[in-house]
T-cell receptor, first 112, second 118 residues
Framework: DAKTTQPPSMDCAEGRAANLPCNHS???????VYWYRQIHSQGPQYIIH???NNETNEMASLIITEDRKSSTLILPHATLRDTAVYYC?????????????FGKGTRLSVIA | GAVVSQHPSRVICKSGTSVKIECRSL??????MFWYRQFPKQSLMLMAT?????????EQGVEKDKFLINHASLTLSTLTVTSAHPEDSSFYIC??????????????FGQGTRLTVV
């Protein structure tokens, strides 16, 4: 079973920041937080991951609370192409034979 | 990032026939690959873990004789849906992580295969 809880859907105006929350209150000390997204009829796309510290890459920023029980994915300037289902997943990183377990995710709709 | 390729992207088959879906890691080797199934408006559900050179591990409720998995090399895993029925119509997705089991890395996904059984 997925160890994360996300709102089922969110809307965001084009050009604004999209902030997607995720609760993972039972996360273990060595588990990472991963974010993937799935655009309609495509395979999931990796976005970002983190353990304790906040992370930023060319796609997004990841803010993890100090107690690690929740996190927020931030898309700084959402575009229509960011419309997708976003999945927050917790998993051990050095586990090549452990699959990612997907929850229901958040369906983000970016509106013009 | 690393590239995982699936073929075909779409397939329509008649009920009772078998369909093979290929999953290739194009620029890395993968000891382990994973197969997921996704029904409309639902999340990805893990079907099985494919291990190079050994038998696949199936999730509870997934028929191993119906969904045959072969992982003959470090860059190729195949999923064969045998005696397909309309209820097998779904979106099938494979995933792989570069490197050996202990290597730190994220998972990469194929583009998916839309199977329609008529």
């Amino acid at each position: 079973d997925a160890k994360t809880t996300q709102p089922p859907s969110m809307d965001c105006a084009e050009g604004r920041a999209a902030n997607l929350p995720c609760n993972h209150s039972t996360i273990s000390g060595n588990e990472y937080v991963y974010w993937y997204r799935q655009i309609h009829s495509q395979g999931p796309q990796y976005i970002i991951h983190g353990l304790k510290n906040n992370e930023t890459n060319e796609m997004a920023s990841l803010i993890i609370t100090e107690d690690r029980k929740s996190s927020t994915l931030i898309l700084p300037h959402a575009t229509l192409r960011d419309t997708a289902v976003y999945y927050c997943i917790v998993s051990y990183r050095n586990s090549g034979n452990t699959p990612l377990v997907f929850g229901k995710g958040t369906r983000l709709s970016v509106i013009a | 990032g690393a590239v995982v390729s699936q073929h075909p992207s779409r397939v329509i088959c008649k009920s009772g026939t078998s369909v093979k879906i290929e999953c290739r890691s194009l620029d890395f080797q993968a000891t382990t690959m994973f197969w997921y199934r996704q029904f409309p408006k639902q999340s990805l559900m893990l079907m099985a873990t494919s291990n190079e050179g050994s038998k696949a591990t199936y999730e509870q409720g997934v028929e191993k004789d119906k969904f045959l998995i072969n992982h003959a090399s470090l860059t190729l895993s195949t999923l064969t849906v045998t005696s397909a029925h309309p209820e097998d119509s779904s979106f099938y997705i494979c995933s792989a992580k570069p490197g050996p089991v202990t290597m730190n890395t994220e998972a990469f996904f194929g583009q998916g295969t839309r199977l329609t059984v008529v």
